[in-house]
């Protein structure tokens, strides 16, 4: 199912939501920003960001980031990659979550807080598990390397 998203609704959305359009564009792109909390919704199965949910759905989207280390929920910060040397990311922040606060997708949101957070705990687990199979492999490699 492809992921379909309104911004409309999104006080200020042009400023917001919106890059200076290039010349010969009437709209400019979406601020990565915008385009990574539209890409979330999916991965932290909140369709929508209102006054009553957008703190839910930044903790959502923190322990996501922090579980993945750092994969989900940031975006590119030029201020931090000074003359182009290093890809520099940052974690988006409550404020800008709340400016999205109107950002609409077809996402659903199926899960309660406490399911959300359940499986998040389980995908936790699979990722520890796989980190000390992995350390448990090279472990083993380095004492038959060093047996030869």
């Not at 911004?7 to 919106?18: D, L």
């Not at 923190?62 to 990659?81: F, H, Q, T």
């Not at 705990?121 to 490699?141: G, H, S």
């Amino acid at each position: 199912m492809a992921l379909h998203w309104d911004i409309s609704k999104i006080e200020n959305y042009k400023e917001v939501c919106r890059l200076p359009p290039e010349k010969g564009e009437e709209v400019g792109d979406l601020t990565p920003v915008t385009e990574s909390l539209i890409w979330a919704t999916m991965e932290i199965e909140m369709g929508q960001i209102t006054e009553a949910n957008y703190v839910e759905f930044w903790m959502r989207l923190s322990a996501l980031d922090a579980l993945c280390e750092g994969e989900v929920g940031r975006i590119y910060d030029p201020e931090k990659s000074r003359g182009g040397k290093k890809f520099r990311m940052r974690p988006i922040t409550l404020e800008e979550v709340r400016n999205h606060i109107g950002l609409g997708t077809n996402v659903s949101t199926k899960k309660s807080s406490a399911e959300f957070y359940k499986k998040m705990l389980k995908k936790a687990q699979r990722v520890e598990r796989d980190r000390l199979a992995n350390l448990e492999r090279k472990a083993k490699k380095l004492k038959e390397e060093e047996a030869a």
